[in-house]
């Protein structure tokens, strides 16, 4: 022990990138990914000619861009160890929003969409505010919290509207960003992709990040180490409530439509991404790259189920049923690494 | 051991709870290159006078005096600016994230694009960690989850280190911990004060405090019954003051001279 000269043996393999790929690599997010790959292969032999064709892997990419923008923001709020059931419904409050400030200043020219956009993200970024207040100020737990306004913006969503979707959208939102597409991409799917990579960045190169993995972990050493614990849990928030707003804008501009009624799956089936990503239910651990392979499991395997004309309502059960069974898995890996 | 001037000298220091009299004019010392000995039985005010130097309370009355200058603690930031800093009993680590990040946890490094600089934070971390001989580690890249007590306490300790300070306080370093990783423990303690670190090692452990300390200083029901040099004492002796030993002071009481 005393002695002197032997040097601490380092693993010579660095943070940085090589981290990132090194992290990829080993976990969940490797085994979710060698997941999707076998679920994928599945479908390709049961139908070779209709599930991995150019046309089906697009939409499916489209169809899941929004549950991706959630999921970035929830990887984040996850890894801190808090739970934001709310951004399903904050997608709708923020594309009903996005609407009436589209209306309230007419036109149809980009001005117009730049409104709606900011009107989506500002409303993303009041609820997460609003979350955040209540989860750091008066303590209350964060599950029932955004339950609470969950309930909330879904319900001033049918207030505001008298449970009638809006449909004033500019054609313009609907034909370049919504159908529009960018060197060959489809522009959804190219927004999500962005917003991966600059949320794996922030998470895994950032201060930001390294705070918020801190605080999921162990939130008494990140208020000794002087981080501003309670600034940086709304923060967060506010960041999940603006993906949602970012995902209300997108849906507006997919569908030409507030989807009024169409998002109450969307949480769940995010939640299940961030997890079988690899993010832990217990905080500290987070990885928005996991995540955007994990949406991708319930993604193929809607997809699938569809072409194997199982009623597609089968989706919601099995979802359900995988989301207990990966948080399961979870809780033994803590447990051995614990004893 | 000369009689240098200390690096911390508290003089007559008390602090009441409302009624409660926690420390009742209490004198203790830190050298450079010492490892002073805080002992005594629970409740004796060890904790308290603790927080007093860590700023986490202030207390009522006294002095403290810091490279023989008068200070004032009245923050924690206060007392990590004179350059003292205190290993907590749960050491506040964050099992998540590896030896380095939680070394740099809140003072992290960045380059271009607040990008984290894992490759400076990694060579301090080693270079910290080799200066202090602690060769226990596989790769600094370890979760802490994955560590043994007797490694976390290393790293809190290397934490510590690392931030130039010149005062370590240590509480219950040992308490949790097996016969091996005790000693490794013992032996870094000696290695801070070796290296011209003061360091205060509060224990329960005679048999532990007899192997590292050059003085003690014993506390009970808030006094200060006895600072000793460790060569010219031994256990019976710090026994008998930490559970009889003699107030110059009774609380609540106007002030007498008792002896």
């Given amino acids: 022990m005393a002695d002197q000269s032997q040097a601490v043996p380092v693993v010579p393999a660095r943070a940085g990138i090589g981290a990132l790929l090194r992290s990829m690599l080993r976990s969940q997010a490797a085994m979710t990914t060698a997941t999707l790959l076998v679920l994928m292969a599945f479908f390709t032999v049961l139908f070779p000619s209709k599930f991995l064709t150019v046309f089906n892997i697009q939409n499916l990419l489209i169809d899941y861009s929004g549950i991706v923008l959630l999921g970035v923001g929830l990887t984040f709020v996850m890894t801190s160890e808090c739970f934001d059931l709310s951004i399903g419904a904050t997608l709708v409050l923020a594309s009903v929003l996005g609407v009436e400030a589209m209306v309230l200043v007419g036109g149809e020219g980009w001005s117009t969409v730049l409104v709606g956009l900011a009107a989506t993200l500002l409303t993303g970024a009041a609820v997460g505010v609003f979350n955040g207040f209540l989860v750091v100020n008066l303590r209350i737990p964060s599950i029932i919290v955004t339950l609470g306004s969950l309930n909330v913006a879904q319900g001033l969503a049918y207030v505001l509207t008298g449970g009638q979707d809006m449909h004033e959208i500019p054609n313009l939102m609907v034909d370049s960003i919504g159908l529009g597409r960018v060197l060959g991409i489809p522009a959804p799917v190219l927004v999500s992709g962005i917003a991966v990579i600059v949320g794996a960045f922030v998470l895994s190169q950032t201060r930001f990040g390294r705070h918020t993995c801190a605080l999921g972990s162990n939130k008494e050493a990140a208020r000794r180490a002087g981080i501003d614990v309670n600034r940086l849990s709304i923060q967060l928030y506010v960041l999940s409530g603006m993906c949602a707003g970012l995902a209300g804008f997108m849906s507006l501009a997919r569908f030409g439509t507030t989807t009024l009624s169409g998002h109450s799956t969307d949480f769940i089936t995010a939640l299940l991404g961030v997890v079988l990503g690899g993010t832990s239910l217990f905080g500290g651990v987070g990885t928005v790259l996991g995540t955007a392979v994990g949406v991708f499991i319930p993604g193929v395997l809607s997809n699938g189920l569809i072409l194997m004309s199982v009623f597609p309502y089968w989706q919601l059960v099995i979802v359900g049923l995988v989301l207990c069974a990966v948080v399961y898995a979870d809780l033994v890996k803590r447990r051995q690494r614990d004893d | ?259």
């Fill in chain 2, 1 to 259: 051991m000369g009689e240098a001037t200390p690096l911390l000298e508290l003089r007559g220091v008390s602090k009441r709870f409302g009624a409660v009299e926690a420390l009742t004019k209490v004198d203790f010392t830190a050298r450079l290159g010492e490892v002073m000995a805080l002992v005594g039985d629970n409740g004796a005010g060890k904790s308290t006078l603790i927080k007093g130097i860590a700023g986490i309370h202030t207390y009522n009355e006294g002095q403290i005096f810091f490279d023989a200058k008068p200070v004032t603690i009245n923050s924690p930031r206060d007392s990590a600016a004179l350059g003292i800093e205190v290993v907590y009993q749960d050491l506040a680590l964050a099992d998540n994230l590896d030896v380095v990040a939680n070394m740099f946890l809140g003072h992290e490094r960045t380059q271009a694009m607040g990008m984290l600089d894992e490759d400076s934070m990694e060579r301090t971390c080693i270079e910290t960690l080799q200066s202090l001989s602690v060769t226990t580690l596989r790769s600094v890249r370890q979760e802490i989850s994955g560590l043994s007590g007797g490694q976390r306490q290393a790293v809190a300790v290397a934490k510590a280190v690392m931030r130039n300070s010149r005062l370590v306080i240590l509480d219950e370093p040992t308490a949790a911990l097996g016969v091996a990783q005790t000693r490794q423990v013992l032996d870094l303690v000696r290695r801070l004060a070796d290296k011209g670190l003061a360091v205060v090692l509060i224990s329960h452990n005679l048999h532990d405090i007899f192997e590292v300390a050059d003085r003690i200083t014993v506390l009970r029901l808030g006094q200060n019954v006895h600072e000793f040099m460790a060569q010219q004492t031994n256990p019976q002796e710090v026994v008998h003051a930490i559970t009889a030993g003699k107030m110059l002071h009774v609380p609540g009481m106007a002030e007498v001279e008792i002896q």
